[in-house]
């Protein structure tokens, strides 16, 4: 852990205790301390002297040619952050108002599949043809996972072989969002639909990724949105429209009514429920 900065000190050495500090509470920050590292080299360049000040940032958040509206807000929204955590230990630092370049984020409707859409996309992944074989049951199985777990789709397309315990009907994620990880128990339909796959799936080569086209290489996420987006215009889904993440919501939503529905305790939609079985 670094030392805490003395008083008058750089904010460039400010960034580095703040980034420590955080990622000792399991924060990643790699986007946010490279942003924050590009600030303090702009600042430099500038030829900044005294406190940390709001027009530095704001001309900083908008000086990347790259950068949207909410791209600009988020920057800022990003040295706001610091600086509200930095005015302890330099007096004078400037704290820009919160939403000053406007919305950092927005706001986008989640899509909530019915179960017979859910059914349709699986049953249309496992119509797909091509190299190799087992390309359909692949992505059906993938997609079905996504439905029945509300799994993140980083975290599905990083599991590993290990990962997935058929004796225990149990998925380990590892190191995911926040460095954190849980282990997923599976439903029994879920658990054959992972083992028919797990007998059909390419062994050996330099990866152990659970999900793969082939020996060597684990899926890519752009080969998989590329693959929904077909499936998509396909079904006759609207494009751009539905999103593969909205699985994610789909899945919080149907164990919310379910549960209101029993009384009872947090109920997993199984996979049974769209079709996979």
């Not at 600009?72 to 004078?92: D, K, M, N, T």
């Not at 349709?120 to 439905?147: I, K, M, S, V």
């Not at 339909?189 to 796959?197: G, M």
Request: glycine share 10%; hydrophobic share 40%.
């Amino acid at each position: 852990m670094k030392n805490v900065p003395l008083p008058g000190a750089p904010f460039a050495e400010g960034i580095d205790y703040y980034l420590a500090l955080r990622r000792q509470l399991g924060f990643c920050l790699e986007r946010e301390g490279a942003q924050l590292r590009s600030l303090a080299k702009y600042a430099q360049e500038a030829g900044q002297v005294g406190p940390l000040a709001v027009n530095l940032m704001i001309r900083w958040a908008q000086s990347s040619t790259k950068a949207g509206a909410h791209q600009q807000a988020r920057r800022l929204e990003i040295a706001r952050r610091f600086a509200q955590f930095w005015a302890a230990f330099a007096p004078g630092t400037e704290v820009p108002c919160a939403g000053q370049l406007g919305p950092s984020h927005s706001v986008r409707r989640a899509h909530i599949y019915s179960h017979e859409q859910v059914s349709d996309l699986l049953h249309a992944a496992g119509q797909l043809r091509g190299c190799p074989a087992w390309r359909g049951l692949t992505y059906q199985t993938l997609f079905g996972l996504l439905a029945c777990t509300g799994l993140r789709i980083s975290e599905a397309l990083q599991l590993q072989v290990g990962d997935f315990d058929g004796e225990q009907s149990l998925l380990s994620l590892r190191h995911t969002k926040g460095a954190q990880s849980r282990q997923v128990v599976l439903h029994p339909s879920a658990l054959a639909a992972l083992q028919r796959y797990d007998q059909q799936r390419p062994k050996g080569g330099s990866t152990s990724a659970f999900f793969s086209l082939r020996s060597g290489s684990p899926l890519h996420p752009d080969s998989l949105y590329e693959v929904f987006t077909q499936l998509r215009r396909r079904l006759g889904w609207p494009v751009p429209g539905w999103r593969l993440h909205d699985l994610r919501h789909t899945f919080a939503v149907h164990c919310l009514i379910v549960n209101v529905k029993t009384g009872g305790g947090l109920t997993m939609w199984v996979v049974a429920e769209v079709g996979l079985d």
